[in-house]
């Protein structure tokens, strides 16, 4: 279980730049929470805190009962993080890259082998397990970005938008596997821009704005209480046309 209490960061000289400004919500064991939000929200800053990759200015993260705060060491070895495809080498095949990530989670002889295989096998890349990267489609490398966040077996996944330039087939594929995710009561929070896709996967859904939590719940929770017929529509109700402009305008230029 992942619980965000209160959590901060600020930048510029006077702190004048509220990426995230007091973000709280939680995502529980079984389950998928979305994170929604427009470009210049806070949804990469805070993702990117709840991993232990920056430090909050106030506010912290628990992952089952360790706080980002004080043991991020422990936090970051129950995370499996997907996010860009960085540092997808493509001299080396997607066992080998496992192997290498394994590594770095103390994983070695036996065990090591075991849990690549097991990724290769939960994500089906065996056809393409022992081919060289260079060359392979995005899908295929987000495949092994996806496994090198697994190969350590964590319970909670943290995605950020997993589907963004996929093909349909590798759309179809990845959100199967987010689904298999959840049926194997691991914690799923993933980030997307896709209003479709956040309605067929969540349980709930954290719409942000400006570094805040404008709503939070499932997604007949947020059409009902927006009054509107689909997801897409009570995001924007609930966001407010004037916030989303504003987000999407004031912040051009700094990271999401």
Known sequence: MIEIKDLKKHYG??????????VSFDCPD???TGLLGPNGAGKTTTLRMIAALIKPMGGTVIVDGHDVTTDAQMVRSLLGVQSDMLGVYPRLTPREQFRYYGRFYGLKGEALE?????????????????????G???????????????????????MDEPTTGLDVMAV???????????????????????????????????????????????????????????????????????????????QRGRED
């Open 30 to 32: 079984g389950q998928i």
């Open 136 to 158: 392979f489609s995005r899908g295929q490398r987000q495949k092994i970005v996806l496994g090198r966040a697994l190969v350590h077996d964590p319970h909670n996944i943290i």
């Open 13 to 22: 000289e006077d702190g004048e730049i509220k990426a995230v400004d007091g």
């Open 172 to 250: 179809r594929d990845t959100r199967q596997t987010i689904r298999d995710f959840r049926d194997q009561d691991r914690c799923v929070l993933f980030s997307t821009h896709y209003m479709d896709e956040a309605e067929r996967l969540c349980d709930n859904i954290a719409i942000i704005v400006k570094g805040k939590i404008v709503a939070f719940g499932t997604p007949s929770d947020l059409i009902a209480r927006a009054q509107t017929v689909n997801l897409e529509d009570a995001f924007v109700a609930l966001a407010g046309r004037e916030g989303l402009l504003r987000s999407e305008y004031s």
């Open 114 to 134: 075991s849990r690549v295989q097991a990724v290769i096998e939960e994500l089906k890349m065996e056809e393409i397990a022992d081919r060289r990267a260079e």
